[in-house]
């Protein structure tokens, strides 16, 4: 199910057999796109300029003009079935132990402006964060531990494609009893809050209807990639997804061959994860050092140091590597350097 994934105009930084990594500013990579071409776009800003939350007010509203650039363009590129989505930590304002809006005002600004509808409002609940701010939780204990950042699920129609029974979560140890005895653990009647909890109740759907609250912690340990990063000594990416996060909205969201961005990519976990669950993939990052190391996503412990060292080297250098030779035939010479010149627009979104 090879199909290329090449922009007009600008050289990609590495491809696997679905995707494609490019570095550069999503807003100009973004625009290469034919419109209503993509499914989904999943990603998580620059968490940076939230970190400076030393910004007030007007800084804020920086921000969300800033990233209603982006949104607008993603609007543009959206098939009409197509969701965005956007995972957004919160902050404090600069000094106080005041919430700061600005990651409620982004959903109404995208929707009041931009024109998308807000399909539904996830909550990532993170139990592994560390306590913060320390001033507020810590020290004056005046507030709790920040541990949920919203995700919001966009979409450019009503009715965007979408499947809950991709994503069903285990069931329970009383739901497991409940299925294998019903007679015995649940007598169908009508409930006080008026639902109808009839005898359908007890049917096996291989699974629960997971909730809106994600709870997925950010420790997992990211093998392929941190050992990478470690072997050719580099720094791994600050922010990371837990490949969860994007799993969850990938399947639920999209389908096998449908194309998955993310256009604020850092280590590339929405591609890692969309080119496992067999979606085409294209991923947008703008610094080319976070880009070379999100290669070791698709590489694996039989790659060598020195295979590793020199992909990494010349993705910095600004050649294109075809990844697929290395992943195909692991004892090959670096021969994968994809001369410049060689894309041109083929058969992008078919
Ligand atoms: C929060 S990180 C994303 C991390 C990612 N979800 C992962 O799993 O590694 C945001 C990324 O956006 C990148 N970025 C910021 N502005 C950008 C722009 N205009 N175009 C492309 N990438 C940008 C930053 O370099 C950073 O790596």
């Known amino acids: 199910m090879t199909k290329n994934l090449f922009l007009r105009d600008t050289q990609a930084?590495?491809?696997?057999?679905?995707?494609?990594?490019?570095?550069?500013?999503?807003?100009?990579?973004?625009?290469?796109?034919?419109?209503?071409?993509?499914?989904?776009?999943?990603?998580?800003?620059?968490?940076?300029?939230?970190?400076q939350k030393e910004y007030g007010n007007k800084e804020q509203h920086e921000y969300i003009d800033w990233l209603a650039k982006f949104a607008t363009l993603v609007h543009q590129k959206?098939?009409?079935?197509?969701?965005?989505?956007?995972?957004?930590?919160?902050s404090y304002e600069k000094g106080v132990p005041v919430r700061s809006l600005y990651n409620f005002r982004i959903p109404i600004r995208l929707c009041d402006e931009i024109g998308f509808f807000l399909a539904e409002d996830f909550y990532w609940f993170n139990p592994s964060k560390l306590p913060s701010p320390i001033e507020w939780v810590n020290k004056r204990?005046?507030?709790?531990?920040?541990?949920?950042?919203?995700?919001?699920?966009?979409?450019?129609?009503?009715?965007?494609?979408?499947?809950?029974?991709?994503?069903?979560?285990?069931y329970s140890d009383r739901m497991k009893k409940l299925l294998n005895d019903p007679e015995k653990?649940?007598?169908?009647?009508?409930?006080?809050?008026?639902?109808?909890?009839?005898?359908?109740?007890?049917?096996?759907?291989?699974?629960?209807?997971?909730?809106?609250?994600?709870?997925?912690?950010?420790?997992?340990?990211?093998?392929?990639?941190?050992?990478?990063?470690?072997?050719?000594?580099?720094?791994?990416?600050?922010?990371?997804?837990?490949?969860?996060?994007?799993?969850?909205?990938?399947?639920?969201?999209?389908?096998?061959?449908?194309?998955?961005?993310?256009i604020f990519a850092g280590s590339n976990t929405t591609g890692q994860v969309a080119e496992a669950e067999n979606r085409r993939w294209l991923s947008f990052e703008n610094n080319i050092e976070y880009v070379a190391a999100s290669t070791f996503r698709f590489l694996t412990k039989k790659n060598s140091q020195e295979e590793m060292q020199l992909i990494y080297n010349q993705i910095c250098e600004g050649k294109t590597i075809d990844l697929t030779k290395y992943q195909l035939d692991i004892?090959?010479?670096?021969?994968?350097?994809?001369?410049?010149?060689?894309?041109?627009?083929?058969?992008?979104?078919?």
């Open 331 to 350: 004892q090959s010479n670096i021969t994968a350097v994809v001369k410049p010149g060689t894309y041109v627009q083929t058969s992008l979104l078919d």
């Open 141 to 170: 204990k005046i507030r709790a531990k920040d541990s949920v950042n919203t995700v919001w699920w966009f979409s450019k129609t009503e009715f965007p494609k979408a499947d809950i029974s991709k994503v069903l979560a285990p």
């Open 185 to 262: 653990y649940y007598q169908p009647k009508l409930r006080p809050s008026g639902h109808d909890i009839g005898k359908g109740f007890g049917k096996n759907n291989g699974g629960s209807i997971p909730s809106n609250l994600l709870q997925i912690s950010n420790s997992e340990s990211n093998g392929q990639y941190l050992d990478g990063c470690k072997t050719v000594s580099v720094k791994q990416h600050p922010a990371r997804f837990p490949t969860k996060l994007p799993e969850f909205f990938i399947r639920f969201l999209s389908d096998p061959d449908d194309l998955v961005v993310d």
């Open 13 to 51: 930084a590495y491809i696997t057999a679905v995707g494609a990594a490019y570095c550069g500013d999503s807003l100009e990579l973004l625009q290469q796109l034919p419109n209503d071409s993509v499914q989904l776009v999943m990603t998580s800003p620059p968490f940076a300029l939230q970190r």
């Open 78 to 90: 959206l098939r009409p079935d197509g969701s965005f989505v956007l995972d957004l930590g919160g």
